[in-house]
């Protein structure tokens, strides 16, 4: 089982860390749940840190972007890594996602 977590990085910035897998999606998925009980307008997730990341892991932040986006939070996603960036795009879900362009 592979090891990631979120951490709160400041106000309102949260940095994923680690490898994100079929193991530790759902754990994150909590981790970020909990974040969004905040109630901030707008949520930067730092993805500078993420050594590996699946289909699982697209998944995750399908349905991160979804829940935010429920509560009336801007999530933004930064520092994406260049292999999910190549997927996102490929399958349309960057446009989705609001990914920044030269993450791809």
């Avoid at 897998?21 to 969004?36: E, G, K, R, V």
């Avoid at 949520?43 to 429920?70: E, R, W």
Wanted: net charge positive; glycine share 4%; charged share 20%.
């Amino acid at each position: 089982m592979s090891k990631a977590e979120l951490i709160s990085a400041a106000e309102g910035q949260l940095s994923l860390v680690g490898a994100v897998d079929y193991d530790n999606a759902p754990s994150l998925a909590t981790q970020f749940d909990h974040y969004l009980h905040t109630k901030k307008s707008a949520l930067s997730l730092d993805m500078s840190q993420v050594t590996h990341i699946n289909s699982a892991g697209m998944a995750l932040l399908i349905n991160c972007f979804k829940k935010a986006k429920k509560k009336g939070i801007v999530l933004q996603f930064c520092s994406v890594p260049s292999q999910l960036a190549r997927i996102a795009a490929l399958t349309r879900v960057d446009k989705i996602l609001n990914l920044p362009q030269e993450s791809i």
